[in-house]
């Protein structure tokens, strides 16, 4: 029986009612358990606008130092 993927990492199934599950986990449960791979993809893509909106905001207050 192989080892649940995300149980050896110490990843938070979710809390209660799923109140600390993060986007990246959801899309994954979303693709693979409910196999609704179309709104996976638009919630990794959220993400990925998000982590890029960060990421730019961050290069330009580190440059401004």
Known sequence: MPAP???TMGVNPGGPINATTTLSLFANKIAFERCDFGLA??????WLVLLAA???????????Q
Do not use: D, H, N, Q
């Open 54 to 64: 960060f990421a730019v905001i961050y290069v330009r207050l580190l440059a401004a």
């Open 41 to 46: 993809s638009a919630v990794g893509t959220i």
């Open 5 to 7: 993927v995300f149980g």
